[in-house]
T-cell receptor, first 115, second 111 residues
């Protein structure tokens, strides 16, 4: 149990376009989901915390209008990178916290390349 | 803000050797988690610790929640090639939802 999926696994888009990434908890309900960004050979950087049915809480320095997060159900959260630019190219990873526990389970990540 | 200092940053060992890595913090955490990340993949949860002094094993892996609640260590016994990867510690303070991550320990094993 505790499987988290992400879609797509990789995406290439042109500068100025928007990209949506989905994060799903497949076999459990997740009241809270998290979105991270990871640069090569670095640790995970938390971008935002998403609670089902409420607005996401963004970390300092993360533009909420650029990285739109929606958590409409207990099994799905989406991250939309709006007007993407090459500097947004990165590995984006979501995690889901199983309701009632403190354990976070991570998705496999989405590699975004903006050309 | 809270920070976790994870060491060592990298390890180069021979297959069959034991491995030890640790994380320390200036803040008190009430949860410690250890993850392993393979290239191009998301981190996989290895061990979760919830009580000070707790010692938990998962196969060849053993992790402990420090008595002071400011540190944790992970040991891997009799390493095998599939242990290669990056290991991250993560901690959560009382009342917080988010995790604080260490910088990672990159493990390389020579056959």
């Amino acid at each position: 149990g505790a499987v988290v999926s992400q879609h797509p696994s990789w995406v290439i888009c042109k500068s100025g376009t928007s990209v949506k990434i989905e994060c799903r908890s497949l076999d459990f309900q997740a009241t809270t989901m998290f979105w991270y960004r990871q640069f090569p050979k670095q640790s995970l950087m938390l971008m935002a915390t998403s609670n089902e049915g409420s607005k996401a809480t963004y970390e300092q320095g993360v533009e909420k209008d650029k990285f739109l997060i929606n958590h409409a159900s207990l099994t799905l959260s989406t991250l939309t990178v709006t007007s993407a630019h090459p500097e947004d190219s990165s590995f984006y990873i979501c995690s889901a916290a199983r309701s009632g526990t403190q354990e976070q389970y991570f998705g496999p990540g989405t590699r975004l390349t903006v050309t | 803000g809270q920070q976790l200092n994870q060491s060592p940053q990298s390890m180069f060992i021979q297959e069959g050797e034991d491995v030890s890595m640790n994380c320390t913090s200036s803040s008190i955490f009430n949860t410690w988690l250890w993850y392993k990340q393979d290239p191009g993949e998301g981190p996989v949860l290895l061990i979760a610790l919830y009580k000070a002094g707790e010692l938990t094993s998962n196969g060849r892996l053993t992790a402990q929640f420090g008595i002071t609640r400011k540190d944790s260590f992970l040991n891997i016994s009799a390493s095998i090639p599939s242990d290669v990867g990056i290991y991250f510690c993560a901690g959560r303070i009382q009342g917080a939802q988010k995790l604080v991550f260490g910088q990672g320990t990159r493990l390389t094993i020579n056959p």
